[in-house]
C-alpha cells in the first residue's frame, strides 16, 4: 500500500522541513510514500481560494484512493485507532491512501463529500505543524502495527 500526503503551500519553516524528512524516511521503511505540495491561492475571497486549492489537490488523489482529510471537526482517533485503520486499509488490498491537509480555508465541500474527516486534535494548529504531527503518527502507526517498542 502506499501513502501520499498532500498539502496546500510550501513548508517554509527549517525546522519543519527537517522534521517532515525525518518522519518521511522513517515511514518510508514500512511502505511507499510520496509527499505532495500543491500552490496556496493567494488574492481572492475565501471561497475562491477554497474551490482553486481544492482543484489542485484533487488532481494529485489518484483515483480508488482512500482520502483521509485533516480537519479540526474530523472523526478522533488515539494513536493504535490510527494504526487500526492503516492497518485494515493495507490488509484489505488497498493501493493507496491519500491524507490531506487543506489550506488556510480548509476544503471545499465537494472535497469533504469525497473523503473521511481525521482530527488531530479540537486544537487549532498551524497547517505547518499539522504536517509533522501528521507524519509522526503515520510512523508511530506502523511501529504499533509491528510491535515495536516506539509506542509505549
Given amino acids: 500500500m502506499k501513502l501520499r500526503i498532500l ?3 510550501k513548508s517554509r519553516e527549517e ?6 524528512a525525518e518522519y518521511a524516511g522513517r515511514i518510508r521503511r514500512y511502505a511507499p510514500l510520496e509527499l505532495c505540495e500543491v500552490r496556496d491561492e493567494k488574492g481572492a475571497e475565501a471561497e475562491e481560494m477554497r474551490r ?3 482543484e489542485r489537490l484533487e488532481r494529485q488523489i489518484p483515483p480508488g484512493a482512500t482520502l483521509v482529510l485533516l480537519d ?3 472523526e478522533q482517533m488515539t494513536s493504535p485507532g490510527l494504526a487500526a485503520f492503516i492497518g485494515k486499509q493495507r490488509d484489505s488490498g488497498v493501493a493507496e491512501v491519500a491524507f490531506a491537509i487543506g489550506g488556510a480555508y480548509g476544503f471545499s ?9 481525521l482530527a488531530l486534535s479540537r486544537m487549532t494548529f498551524t497547517h505547518q505543524m ?3 504531527f501528521l507524519l509522526e503518527q503515520i510512523y508511530r502507526a506502523f511501529t504499533i502495527l509491528n510491535g ?5
Fill in 7 to 9: 498539502w496546500v503551500g
Fill in 15 to 20: 525546522w519543519v522541513k527537517e522534521a517532515v
Fill in 52 to 54: 482553486r486549492e481544492c
Fill in 72 to 74: 479540526e471537526t474530523g
Fill in 109 to 117: 465541500d465537494e472535497v469533504r463529500r469525497r473523503g473521511r474527516m
Fill in 130 to 132: 499539522v504536517r509533522v
Fill in 148 to 152: 515495536e517498542p516506539y509506542h509505549h
